[in-house]
DNA sequence: CTAGCTTGTGCACAAGTGTTCACTCAAACT
DNA sequence: AGTTTGAGTGAACACTTGTGCACAAGCTAG
């Protein structure tokens, strides 16, 4: 082997923890290139050079970029559910659920915000397969907020489309709001308590509709 | 001149009329590429071939691949803009608003199909000047809605930050709604909709908030 | 009608891209 | 022990890319 300073260290390695090491990095080098790139113009050998190896290293990885995106894509999501999972389990009390549920998502952005980035960016952007997985996860995301959500008061007899409604209404602010941090300034304290103070408001202008709702079942509600 | 026959018509052209066509068969290429590409991947050759021009011709009408996405991102506001104030003039119902603006919408998507799949692109990816100018946009409808809104029932005496809120909540939903329909297969009917069903009920659940707002001003909402 | 400005051409260049191939050399297996 | 395996190397390929420069040709101004 030549010298592989960037990623080796002189500890005594087994092979598979060495080729993990270098996975990582290529999969760390493109996160961060991706903070100033697309990833459609992102390169191969790009990525290589960033994670100090050379451009035929990354086959023995990823036969291509986009299978290196949908790993990216997976381990964004595997942190993101674990977080969720963890955030359930606290049993959030009624009262302080969008306080605290807003807290928890700017919390995690700024703890993985290069992946955050990343998966905002290519979420409407970019290779359709990406985009896909993408929105699939963001879709699972909704549904089983929906299921959370049943447990509530009024909504314990919503129907299960108008559950989905609500919990896509809820997602997609979430989502947003992650976009604008992600989008802010990293100094920018006062901008990003606007941001949160902002999504709060939204989140509570909804609650206060879901009390007037009339489960008309499947029948489209009445607006004209 | 050589053989430009893929722009020009056997009609004798003024210089200016010349110049303004190639101009816009390098943005309509451009926008028929983005399609499939993201703006950050898209090549200023590719873009000269795709028009039937020579790259070098592309430097006569901009100065850099960017000036090219800004030109773009205007043509497509221009447009929107035009809709809206058509729309406003019309002067909605009250009681249609919700089913009528997502109409409109709808109608829009469709008849300028391109422009806004590229919008929603780039507006969360790719280079800084072009989101920051999609952002910049999107915030001014956001305002103007706000005093729009300020004409209806309950909004009247709400606070300009509460109708700033609920502004950006209401075009956020737009803005996710457009996107849908633009990803969907340009032949599913069924699914767009569904789509089309759950923005109305989305607005509608957002509508059915407002009378429950209680005004308190600066004070944040009590929502622990 | 002539002179010139401007739009588009053609060619060249250096630099970067994805992918192939034969290769090294140390960890892992027998 | 000796042998196999496979992660990483380095040179080479056929492209594509952005940009510079000299040139052609027709609309347009004088």
Do not use: C
Not at 120 to 130: F, K, Q
Not at 172 to 183: G, K, L, P, W
Not at 212 to 218: D, F, I, Y
Request: charged share 30%; no cysteine; hydrophobic share 45%.
């Amino acid at each position: 082997m030549g010298h592989t300073d960037s990623v080796n260290t002189r500890a005594p390695l087994t092979r598979r923890e060495q080729k993990e090491r270098t996975r990582v990095a290529l999969l760390d080098a493109a996160l961060r290139l991706l903070e100033r790139k697309s990833f459609g113009s992102l390169g191969l050998r790009e990525v290589a050079r960033e994670a100090g190896v050379v451009p035929t290293a990354f086959y023995r990885h990823f036969d291509s970029m986009e299978e290196l995106g949908l790993a990216l894509i997976d381990d964004s999501f595997r942190t993101l559910r674990r977080m969720i999972r963890d955030a359930r389990a606290q049993d959030l009390a009624f009262e302080h659920v969008i306080r605290d549920s807003v807290e928890i998502l700017v919390r995690h952005v700024h703890a993985h915000r290069l992946h955050f980035r990343f998966v905002a960016r290519e979420r409407s952007s970019g290779m359709p397969v990406l985009r896909q997985a993408i929105r699939a996860e963001i879709r699972l995301f909704s549904s089983e907020l929906a299921t959370d959500l049943a447990r509530f008061p009024f909504l314990d007899r919503w129907s299960t489309e108008d559950l989905g409604v609500l919990a896509t209404l809820i997602v997609n602010t979430m989502v947003s709001t992650a976009e604008e941090i992600v989008d802010a300034p990293s100094g920018g304290q006062q901008l990003e308590r606007e941001i949160v103070r902002r999504a709060e408001k939204q989140l509570l202008l909804i609650a206060l509709g879901v009390p007037q709702w009339r489960s008309s079942g499947a029948e489209a509600p009445d607006v004209s």
